[in-house]
Every structure is written in C-alpha cells, then in structure tokens.
C-alpha cells in the first residue's frame, strides 16, 4: 500500500519555524518529483513548494521564496519543507504530494490534478 505521512506541524507564534516531514513508503519515490501543497480555511489546495527527482531543481510560489527551503532524502524515501519566517496567512493544513513526473519546466504544471499520490496532510497554525 502507497503511503505519504506528513508530520512536523503545529501552533506557533509569527516569526517562528516549522519542520515538515514527509515519510514515504509502499514504493520507492526516488524517481518522482515531489511537492508540498498548502490549503487555507476556506480556500482551495495550492502549491507551496517543489523538488525534482534527484532535488537538483526546487520550485516555489512567490509568497515563500527565502522564507521555505524544500529537500529530500531518497535513501529515506522522505521530503522535507522548513519553514522560517512563519506569517498567519501560511496557516492551513499542508499536504506532501508525488508527481511520477520528474521534474518540471515550471511552476504553472505544478498543480493539485497533476499529483499522483496524497498524504493525509498536517496542521500548520501561525498566531500573530
């Protein structure tokens, strides 16, 4: 069974950091590029952050670039999203996604109907 388990989030004041975690297993996702989605209350699922295959290549959304930093671990089958400069409007349930994709040519593709597997998602709450 293919499995993403995110873990790492929580309630933290503005200006803080946050490491999520993303731990796959069923398969081996070495060769799949993988991302990070945000949904906000109310608000539809949107890309945050992305990693190529072999994390030669990451991607962002303007909102997070120099605050969010994507990597990847494939000898542990794991992603990772750390989080600095926490702002409440990144509060929201963030969600590990992969992509049988490799890599991509640019963010627009990056979107929720192209990712081939789901986490369940984890919490992320910013007070100001």
């Known amino acids: 069974q293919v499995q993403l388990a995110e873990s790492g989030g929580g309630l933290v004041q503005a200006g803080e950091s946050l490491r999520l975690s993303c731990a796959a297993s069923g398969r081996t996702f070495s060769n799949d590029a993988m991302g990070w989605f945000h949904q906000a209350p109310g608000k539809e699922r949107e890309f945050v952050a992305a990693?190529?295959?072999?994390?030669?290549?990451?991607y962002y959304t303007d909102s997070v670039k120099g605050r969010f930093t994507i990597s990847r671990d494939n000898a542990k089958n794991t992603v990772y999203l750390q989080m600095n400069s926490l702002k409440p409007e990144d509060t929201g349930v963030y969600y590990c996604?992969?992509?049988?994709?490799?890599?991509?040519?640019?963010?627009?593709?990056?979107?929720?109907?192209?990712?081939?597997?789901w986490g369940q998602g984890t919490q992320v709450t910013v007070s100001s």
């Open positions: 996604a992969a992509d049988d994709r490799h890599y991509y040519y640019n963010t627009e593709s990056i979107r929720p109907d192209a990712m081939d597997y």
């Open positions: 990693i190529s295959w072999n994390g030669a290549t990451t």
